[in-house]
């Protein structure tokens, strides 16, 4: 597979990011031609010959020792997701190495279900490695109201998210977001290059979304563990969560779960939404009273 142009991209923006100061080495002053540290001064702190960086930086990895790779991440500063996905490229373009066709599962086995039907009070879903939300639990298609329902699944999150105007409105922090997932998506993509379906989502993404394509060209990269977020419920207006991944082994599925503070107003709103989607489950389409009347938020906490 011919993935000269991401390697090509990921280098040089890694490596314009990177000042002498920063890697350790001597500034002599004057005005310096590059953004940040020349192929040469990148060389010497792989301890590489400069024609040999510059081979890799024209986005050939092929043949690159592991040894080398991790000289190279160092030399850059990769943080642990720009090493692994730089690992990746390299397993990419070496044929002997490349990594099979792995395919995002599209189904959710039942056991898992019942985990996440056991999660009570706390909101959870299912997603597979393009984002695609399978499952979810009766508190988080509470949490989700009008954008997440039984029969709207498969939901794809990042087509929600670049896609759908509405995004902005259910994501409070939707700039932060929308960086964490291209990033997540470019860390994807690096793994599975051959996935069909995740190139498909990707072009659609790029074709549909300016703020997508501009976050994608960055070619960052990192790993979708656990974030705050404050997510604008239909039900109880703002509410501040950290959301955690759990990932299920074997499967290549991902539980994200959603937690607040014990005694937070957060807490509270939880609380609620569990309340409110038993009783839903008791009388579809109709809230008791009493807690829709506590579904507005305390006035000034919007």
């Known amino acids: 597979m011919d993935n000269s142009q991401d390697v090509r991209d990921f ?10 100061a920063q890697a350790g080495l001597p500034s002599y002053g004057g005005t310096r031609r590059v953004l940040g540290l020349k192929r040469e001064e990148v060389a ?3 301890g590489v010959s400069t024609e040999y960086y510059a081979r890799l930086e024209r986005g050939n990895l092929r043949g690159a020792s592991e040894s080398v790779l991790e000289s190279l991440a160092a030399a850059l500063r990769l943080d642990e997701a720009e090493r692994a996905h730089l690992l990746d490229l390299a397993r990419a373009a070496a044929p002997s190495r490349a990594p099979g066709t792995r ?10 279900q019942r985990i996440l039907a056991g999660m009570a009070g706390m909101p959870a879903y299912v997603r ?9 639990n009766d508190i988080c ?11 709207s699944l498969p939901l794809n999150i990042a087509r929600f998210m670049f896609l759908d105007p509405h995004s902005r409105g259910f994501f409070v922090e939707w700039e932060t977001l929308a960086d964490d997932l291209a990033a997540a998506l470019r860390s994807e993509a690096g793994r599975s290059p051959q996935d069909r379906a995740l ?43 950290t959301g955690e991944s759990l990932e299920v082994p074997g499967d290549g599925l ?16 939880l609380n609620f939404l569990a309340s409110w989607s038993a009783s839903e489950q008791r009388t579809p389409g109709q809230a008791p009273v009493g ?12």
């Open 11 to 20: 280098l040089t923006s890694r490596r314009s990011r990177i000042t002498p």
């Open 254 to 269: 991902t539980i994200i779960a959603y937690t607040a503070e014990p005694g937070s107003r957060a807490q509270e709103q």
């Open 291 to 302: 807690l829709r009347a506590k579904a507005e938020p305390p006035e000034g906490k919007e």
């Open 44 to 46: 010497m702190l792989t």
């Open 128 to 136: 597979n490695s393009r984002m695609d939300i399978l499952a979810a």
């Open 103 to 112: 395919r995002a599962r599209a189904e959710v086995r039942p056991v898992v």
């Open 141 to 151: 298609f509470a949490l989700y109201a009008g954008v997440l329902s039984p029969g």
């Open 199 to 241: 190139n498909s989502l990707i072009g659609d993404l790029a074709t549909g979304s300016t703020e997508f394509s501009t976050r994608w060209a960055r070619h960052n990269v990192r790993f979708h563990r656990s974030a705050r977020k404050t997510l604008h419920s239909q039900l109880v207006g703002n509410i501040e969560l």
